[in-house]
């Protein structure tokens, strides 16, 4: 059974930074990509970032370009979302997913989210 | 970027009957279409790609068709706990863009 778990999520001051982290299993996490995608308080869903399998490419929304970096670890089955000159309206929850495919594909499974909270 | 519209964006139906919502894209994104249905307090959970292809355990009263520019997804038989919220995203191109959302609530 697949799962991911993220962590790093908290309270942030306007300008600080972060490093969220996603814990997976359940599959060989080298083979495959995989995503962020962010949900703020009571609106929809927002695909951040992506980074394909092993040492794959990677891609940002143009909401965080600049500000985020998407990477991972494959010797500790980690995926990892660090973001800086973190803004208000950057508080959201995150969750990193799995897509179904190595360089990119369909998300087919989801963590349970961290929130990270914006504010001073 | 793509941009992804669903319509409606809210719905309200019965427990029984036979939804359709609608996913359209800005370009052709040949099938490269998924769909995910999210409950409040929850992650969202994968239902359907490539446009009309079932994820692994999602029952066969979702059904998902188009291909191009217009999809849909189609619920039969609404059971209580069908009634969420439904998103469509493309991932024909980057940035993978995620529809607004469409909203069912029992009627």
């Known amino acids: 059974e697949v799962q991911l778990v993220e962590s790093g999520g908290g309270l942030v001051q306007p300008g600080g930074s972060l490093r969220l982290s996603c814990g997976a299993s359940?599959?060989?996490?080298?083979?495959?990509?995989l995503s962020w995608v962010r949900q703020a308080p009571g609106k929809g869903l927002e695909w951040v970032s992506h980074?394909?399998?092993?040492?794959?490419?990677?891609y940002y929304a143009d909401s965080v370009k600049g500000r985020c970096t998407i990477s991972r670890d494959n010797s500790k089955n980690t995926l990892y979302l660090k973001i800086n000159s973190l803004r208000a309206e950057d508080t959201a929850v995150y969750y990193c997913a799995k897509e179904g495919g190595y360089n990119y594909g369909a998300i087919d499974s989801w963590g349970q989210g961290t929130l990270v909270t914006v504010s001073s | 970027d793509i941009q992804m519209t669903q319509s409606p964006s809210s719905l309200s139906a019965s427990v029984g009957d036979r939804v359709t919502i609608t996913c359209r894209a800005s370009q052709g994104i040949n099938n490269y279409l998924a769909w995910f249905q999210q409950k409040p307090g929850k992650a969202p959970k994968s239902l359907i790609y490539?446009?009309?292809s079932l994820q692994s355990g999602v029952p066969l009263k979702f059904s998902g068709s188009g291909s191009g520019t217009d999809f849909t997804l189609t619920i039969s038989s609404l059971q209580p706990e069908d009634f969420a919220t439904y998103y469509c995203q493309q991932y024909y191109s980057y940035p993978f863009t995620f529809g607004q959302g469409t909203r069912l609530e029992i009627k």
């Open positions: 359940g599959f060989t996490f080298s083979s495959w990509a």
């Open positions: 490539a446009a009309s």
């Open positions: 980074i394909g399998g092993s040492v794959g490419s990677t």
